[in-house]
């Protein structure tokens, strides 16, 4: 891992997606009936900020630096097409590691993991999709470098010697602990560890309605990871809506970023949210970190039992956001706004544990006591084991971590703690439980995948989602259903779909180098 002695260190500038945005473009893409698209998750899940970059097709923008002389071209509308001259060929040869422990994910559960794991003996690689490790929550921004607490863990890392490679998005995984990874240049690494911690946290729960697709409508953890990467959001008009105790947190620093916030619009019951006062006495750090959000937002118009019914565009072009129309208990409303923050909630990443055949309990991955999930020497720690927040993903990777290497009298230490964040989490939760009428959201014409272009009325009929792939494609796009398959599960009642590699679109080069190394064994 880097050496991060000294001041916090910034990263290596600000993403080509908020410079693209910065620069006034809106359209990133175009949807194969050619509507314009822009980012909307900020941390890889959606590829709607895919475009062409120095003449490769499909690059996503979001994780990736600008630099000066970086070129911007149209990107192909289906996935086929090439720049003239063709792609160019990469390397097809793997990079083979032999960890004792390899952790998957380096938000602040995987981050614990590794160095618990590390300063325990074992030898440990760290991987992220990112290009710095920190997840969502500690982020690095582009100017200010890391948040102190990460700092500090990134600086045990170095100590404890944490292998890293950052920018790397797993792809294939089987057996059990052997992972097939892709870096930043789409070279394959080959990971033979001894022990798996899957730390893969969550994504964020999007409800479509109509006009979600245009851009400018983003997730609230999406355009804050955005903001910190370099997205300009001074003097905006933003509302932040949806549901959940994240839309104060992306408030707030959108907030302090110069944004205007116009609104935050949560489909909670006033009543409902407000009753939780008295349960986070019992939780000094987080009845204070509560406070710190009420008086960094005051003044700011809260709306509750209100939720989005439809965006609308401008009337200039008609392909980025101009207003949004808000159902509140008196009556619709309607805002202008440049920019919209929208969540519904968190929803596990378990694409990688579903593919190695980890037990699932209510959608998330289920661990015994020492965060052992149903597969041998495979581990989770973190929201990836259900939405619980920082303070229990911390506690749960230092598990995870000794646990995997070999240290579970140690770990046992952790496991009261651990069960008391998972209790109040549940009852903390409880609060912004999604209100039915939330299923009436899209109309039969409302895109719901956003990669395919499938409108709600060609799916609401079908009650399996691997019907509803094979007949409309709905979920066969470049993120996989990562984006519409957790709605559609919620609105229409789906099971969760079955998983099958690679999770996310790579090139043949790279799927046969793959191919190749398993066979070789």
């Known amino acids: 891992m880097d050496d991060p002695r000294g001041q916090p260190p910034a990263s290596d500038g600000i993403s080509l997606a908020a410079a693209e945005w910065n620069a006034g473009r809106r359209a ?35 994780g990736r630096s600008a630099r000066p002389d ?14 003239r001259g063709g792609a160019q060929r990469r390397k097809p040869d793997a990079v083979t590691h032999f960890p004792s422990v390899a ?11 590794a160095v618990h794991a590390a300063e325990a003996g074992a030898s440990v690689l760290l991987l992220d999709e990112n290009p710095r490790p920190g997840g ?15 700092h500090d863990m990134h600086r045990r890392a170095y100590d404890a010697g944490v292998s890293t490679l950052v920018g790397a998005r797993v792809v294939h995984a089987g057996p059990p602990t052997r992972l097939f990874a892709l ?18 946290g969550a994504r964020e729960l ?17 355009l804050q990871a955005l903001a910190k990467n370099g997205l300009d959001v001074r003097d905006r008009r933003i509302v932040v809506a949806g549901s959940g105790p994240l839309l104060l947190a992306v408030a707030a620093a959108l907030r302090e970023r110069g944004g205007r916030i116009l609104a935050i619009v949560e489909q ?3 009543r409902r949210v407000l009753g939780l006062g008295p349960r986070l006495l019992a939780h000094p750090s987080k009845l204070a970190r509560g406070l710190k959000l009420t008086h960094a937002l005051r003044g700011v118009r809260r709306l509750y039992s209100s939720w989005i019914v439809s965006a609308d565009g401008s009337s200039d072009d008609g392909e980025s956001l101009a207003s949004i129309d808000v159902h509140t208990p008196g009556g619709s409303e309607s805002i202008p706004c440049d920019l919209v923050a929208y969540g519904c909630g968190l929803v596990p990443q378990t694409e990688v544990a579903q593919s190695l055949g980890c037990r699932l309990e209510s959608g998330a991955i289920g661990v015994d006591q020492d965060q052992r999930t149903s ?7 973190g929201e990836v084991c259900g939405v619980a927040g920082l303070d229990a993903a911390l506690v749960e990777g230092a598990i995870a971590g000794l646990a995997a290497a070999g240290r579970t009298a140690a770990a046992s230490g952790l496991r009261r703690r651990r069960d008391r964040e998972r209790r109040f989490a549940r009852t903390f939760l409880a609060a912004w439980t999604l209100d039915d009428r939330l299923r009436a959201l899209p109309t039969d014409d409302t895109i719901v995948c956003r990669c395919e272009d499938v409108p709600f009325g060609a799916v609401r009929f079908h009650t399996d989602p691997r019907d509803a792939k094979l007949r409309t494609r709905c979920g066969m796009g470049p993120c996989q259903g990562r984006m519409c398959g957790p709605a559609l599960r919620w609105i229409l009642g789906w099971r969760l779909d079955t998983v099958r590699p690679p999770y996310s679109p790579v090139p043949l080069e790279a799927l046969a180098t793959i191919g190749a190394c398993v066979q070789a064994r």
């Open 136 to 150: 969502q929550i500690w982020r690095c921004d582009h100017a200010t470098g890391a948040p102190p607490p990460a």
């Open 103 to 113: 952790v998957l994910g380096a938000g602040p559960a995987g981050l614990t993991a």
């Open 183 to 200: 870096d930043a240049d789409d070279r394959v690494h080959d990971i033979r560890a001894e022990d798996v911690v899957l730390a893969t």
């Open 268 to 270: 909670a019951p006033r």
């Open 375 to 381: 597969v041998d020497h495979v581990f989770a720690a």
């Open 206 to 222: 999007l409800l479509p309605f109509p006009g979600w697709t245009l851009p400018g409508v983003m997730g609230a953890g999406g």
């Open 28 to 62: 990133f893409h175009r949807s194969p009936h050619g509507s314009a698209r822009g980012p909307v998750c900020g941390m890889g899940v959606c590829h709607e900020c895919r475009t062409t970059v120095d003449g490769q097709p499909h690059v996503r923008t979001c």
């Open 70 to 83: 970086t070129r911007i071209g149209d990107v192909a509308t289906a996935w086929y097409k090439l720049p």
